[in-house]
Structures are given as C-alpha cells and as structure tokens.
Nanobody
Framework: QVQLVESGGGLVQAGGSLRLSCAAS????????MGWFRQAPGKEREFVAAITKSGGSTYYADSVKGRFTISRDNAKNTVYLQMNSLKPEDTAVYYC?????????????????WGQGTQVTVSS
C-alpha cells in the first residue's frame, strides 16, 4: 500500500509555470507506475501524464504535450509535474495516482491509489 500527498498548486497567471510534487510513503515507490490526472468542476477526471516505474518512459495527453513534463525521483519517493505555458483551461484539481500493474495508463480506473488533490487556478 502507498499513500500519496500532492503539493505545489496555487494561483498563477496565464503563461506562467507551476511545479506539482507528489510524495509517496513506503519503501517500494519504485515498484509503482505513476500518473497525474485533473478534474475541473462539472467535468470527468482526465488523464494528464504518466511515467513508468523506472522513469524511462513518459506519456502525455495531447492537451499538455510540449508544455508539461512528468518526472520522478525514486530516491526521494516523489513524482513531479512541471507545468509551463499554463492556460486558463488547465484550471482543475490535480491528482497523482499510483499502481503496481497498469493496464491502461490514461484511465483513472487503472490506478488503485490516489492523493487528495491540489488546486491549480490559471487566471487570464
């Protein structure tokens, strides 16, 4: 089992940057694939980015490709989401998620463990 705690959200102007962090408990962080999702009011939770256990491969939603970067530091039990060139449509609660056996990286149902979320608000 793993517990996840996100941080780094906030209010930023369009075009600005934020870096989200997700700290995981436990000693087996490197055995989990990790993902970032987001949910705006009245909308379904949507995939943002994912990273493999070793960090060797990354995956992105088309809407954030080229602007967001997912990375992980297994020594620090932390996964990051660097968000650049932010747009008002990026406004949402951002969640990190973890699972040992991913079958579909872009589906929320693939992940067993979730953080509580961190709010990101981008003003125009």
């Amino acid at each position: 089992q793993v517990q996840l705690v996100e941080s780094g959200g906030g209010l930023v102007q369009a075009g600005g940057s934020l870096r989200l962090s997700c700290a995981a408990s436990g000693r087996t962080f490197s055995s989990y694939s990790m993902g970032w999702f987001r949910q705006a009011p009245g909308k379904e939770r949507e995939f943002v980015a994912a990273i493999t256990k070793s960090g060797g491969s990354t995956y992105y939603a088309d809407s954030v490709k080229g602007r967001f970067t997912i990375s992980r530091d297994n020594a620090k039990n932390t996964v990051y989401l660097q968000m650049n060139s932010l747009k008002p449509e990026d406004t949402a609660v951002y969640y990190c998620a973890a699972d040992k056996n991913i079958f579909a990286r872009n589906r929320p149902g693939s992940y067993d463990y979730w953080g509580q979320g961190t709010q990101v608000t981008v003003s125009s």
